[in-house]
């Protein structure tokens, strides 16, 4: 296993020894063949400079030649078929790679192959109906986001131009690529409750402060999750036994749960933080957002004045009318 590391390491600095070689090779040619060429025409060709004769040998090698500028003496024209023969050959093939390497990166991001330097992004784990509403939610807030996960419908994801990574999310290699270090939020939408947890302990381990949030298939394993480090767990069979049991005695309740738990149409529930000490009259919010309640101290607050101090790092609950 070392030796065959030690192998591909040494080949990929061989590619770029060759990639350096041809850089230096074409280079040359264009400071060779514009001193050379200026030698030797500078008395034939009326007010030749170096620019010039820079600008003779790229029109040389990239097989324009406007004909504009020609070598009229004997050194001229060596060096005219010095530079066709070493330049051309050398800008076909610097252009060869650079068409290889756009080539091998389209389809990387195609195929989820490839790494993501996106900053205060949200990585989704999973691809599903959850991951998709979710999806739907962020793109609504404007939110940058990819999705990670082993079994990928890349066709499906390229047809909603959503970045993903192909791989395992459990492991450090996959993580990375969806450059962990700078994410925000972690979103588990995995419907194995196991791998969620290998998933959190994983992505922990490489960004302590991210923000890990969950679904939770089985109410018996909410405990463990939050020892795994996951910061927000949403229990399907809690919420939805409580949405069922509303919708038999209290139909329009549930109607505005569900209503309030979208962004994209009809109204919207939000957050704001409070920045600095103030009242809440002075907080500056839109004409059709309103205040329905103070997070203060772990609680909510649903009682509360117009002119109620607010201090620092308390948060408002907002409700308003979708734009």
Known sequence: MLLLRLINRIR????????????????????????????????????????????????????????????????????????ALGGIGTIAYVFEQFIAFSTKNQIKV???????????????????????????ELRHADEEFLVVGSELDHAALNAEEIH????????????????????????????????????ALAARKQNPNINIIA????????????????????????????????????PVVVAFIVDATTSVEGFDLKQIKVEAKMKLSDMSLREDERVIALYQNGRFILDFAADAMLEEGEYLVIIAATS
């Open 164 to 199: 993903h990574i192909s791989g395992d999310p459990t492991k450090s290699e996959t993580l990375n690529r969806c450059n962990i270090k700078e994410a925000k939020t972690l979103m588990l939408s995995l419907e194995d409750d196991s791998e969620t947890i290998m998933v």
């Open 12 to 83: 990929a600095l061989r590619r770029h020894v060759d990639k350096f070689r041809i850089l230096v090779l074409l280079l040359g040619v264009l400071v060779f063949g514009s001193i050379a060429f200026y030698y030797f025409e500078r008395g034939s060709i009326e007010e030749l400079n170096m620019g010039d004769a820079l600008y003779w040998v790229l029109v040389t090698i990239t097989t324009v030649g406007y004909g504009d500028i020609r070598p009229t003496t004997l050194g001229g024209r060596i060096i005219f078929v010095l530079v």
């Open 215 to 250: 679904t939770c298939e089985t109410q018996e394993h909410v405990e463990m999750m939050r020892g795994a480090g996951i910061d927000h767990i949403i229990s399907y069979a809690e919420i939805s036994g409580r949405l069922l049991a509303h919708a038999v005695t209290e």
């Open 110 to 136: 195609l195929f989820g192959s490839g790494a993501v330097k996106m900053k205060r992004h949200t990585i989704i784990v999973g691809w599903n109906a959850k991951a998709e509403e979710a999806i739907k």
